[in-house]
């Protein structure tokens, strides 16, 4: 059996881009090692912009269908006061709300559907290796019930998330921010944060938010600079301290009365790691494998589903797969470079500490909430809003 391409991994980004491939007539195998997906604490918030990408490849009634939940308002909290209720809806040209889902439920929802679009699904394979050189095909390395077994196929697709080893395997180059921001994060039921809105609370020096699941269920993380010395909010003996410190942004107490975790508690370091122009040989990379954004800005899903699109797109327009690499990974650099730009001026907007930098959000955050144009738009719009330098100045306030 000879397969036009192989994904490794089939996660969000390995399942959508087999359907996708499949769907246009080609041989598509998934390896993905997980035999059932688990709570790894991983993104559950899709914001606008990954909704938009999500309509135009189909998704969003079939995540619906799967348990999606979608709060059409995004509110933000400064010391537990709100300062700002956004209709996602009416606010951005597309549309569209967040839509809020288990990861686990998503990753099954999505593989299923893969395989019911003819997509060959390996569950319980772990990949070894993947082998590529120029002026031949790669191949790739797995083990699966006890036996090994190599392949090859036209392309192979590194879709095996943010610690990727098909980057280390195939020689990419790995850049990566410093560090500043840590993120934590647990699933909580029984808890009554209110399920119309994703809610994003300051503290002082912090950050909580919430992602409502429905039934009374949500994702909650929190995120503060770890930079200056990390929590290790881990493990389930952390989970009091990781309430208390949610709670200590000011969100209302009603919200953990009765809560409990259900799920791991882990944390994550935040900074960026990417690969430039992230194709090569015949082996690509998507989702976080070529890059994954600081989580603490909730930008994963969406980019993952822009790179299922850019990737299936430029795949099925021509039969020179390798020109087809070549043209995805210019425009991954392109929107991705954007998204970082963006994400970078923010960050140094919110969490940089001093009188000068509270000086600054003083007078940024009143003017961006009340008259957005021209700002960067990380939730609604991602790296297709504002991001020239006009853009920075107004972010960095500097007009
Ligand atoms: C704490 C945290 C919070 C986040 N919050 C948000 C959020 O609110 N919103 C948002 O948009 N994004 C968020 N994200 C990011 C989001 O989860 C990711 O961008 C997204 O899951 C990437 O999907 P993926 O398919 O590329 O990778 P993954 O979901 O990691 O999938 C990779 C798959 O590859 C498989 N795999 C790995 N190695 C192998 C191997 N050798 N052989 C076979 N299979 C293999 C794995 O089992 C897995 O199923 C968050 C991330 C973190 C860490």
Request: include cysteine; hydrophobic fraction near 40%; glycine fraction near 12%.
């Amino acid at each position: 059996m000879s397969f036009d391409v192989i994904t490794v991994g089939g996660g969000l980004a390995g399942s959508t881009l087999a359907t996708e491939l499949a769907r246009a007539g080609y041989k598509v195998l998934v390896l993905e090692r997980e035999t059932h997906f688990k709570d790894r604490v991983r993104g559950e918030n899709m914001l606008p912009w990954g909704v938009a990408a999500a309509r135009r490849l189909g998704l969003v009634d079939y995540l619906l269908a799967s348990g999606a939940h979608q709060p059409p308002y995004w509110i933000t909290y400064i010391g537990g006061n709100p300062v700002a209720s956004r209709d996602l809806q009416a606010t951005t040209p597309h549309g569209e709300v967040s839509l809020n889902i288990y990861h686990p439920s998503l990753q099954e929802a999505l593989l299923r559907r893969a395989s019911v679009q003819g997509v060959e699904v390996k569950r319980g394979a772990k990949v070894l290796s993947v082998d590529a050189g120029p002026d031949r095909l790669p191949n790739i390395t797995f083990e699966n019930e006890g036996n090994r077994q190599t392949l090859s196929a036209r392309v192979i697709v590194g879709a095996d998330g943010r610690a990727s080893q098909v980057r280390g395997w195939c020689g990419f180059e790995i850049q990566r921010n410093p560090d500043l921001l840590t993120i934590a994060g647990t699933l909580l039921a029984g808890t009554d944060v209110p399920d119309g809105a994703v809610h994003l609370a300051f503290g002082v020096g912090c950050a909580t938010l919430w992602a409502p699941l429905g039934g009374r269920r949500a994702r909650a993380y929190y995120v503060y600079p770890g930079v200056a010395g990390r929590r290790g909010l881990s493990g389930k003996d952390k989970t009091q301290e990781f309430m208390r410190l949610c709670q200590s942004t000011g969100v209302p107490e009603s919200w953990f009365a009765g809560a409990e975790s259900i799920g791991p508690l882990a944390e994550f370091d935040g900074a960026d790691r990417w690969v430039e122009s992230p194709a090569r040989n015949g082996v690509v990379l998507i989702g976080d494998a070529a890059a994954s954004s600081d989580p603490s800005w909730g930008c994963g899903l969406a980019l993952t589903l822009l790179d299922v699109e850019h990737l299936a797109k430029a795949l099925c327009a021509s039969d020179d797969w390798n020109a087809a690499l070549g043209r995805y990974a210019a425009e991954h650099d392109e929107y991705y470079s954007a998204l970082h730009r963006i994400l970078g001026w923010m960050t140094e907007l919110t969490w940089t500490a001093g009188p000068e930098a509270d000086e600054r959000r003083g007078r940024v955050f009143p003017r961006m909430l009340s008259d957005p144009r021209g700002f960067p738009d990380s939730v609604g719009l991602g790296p297709f809003g504002p991001n020239d330098d006009e853009a920075r100045r107004l972010v960095m306030g500097l007009d």
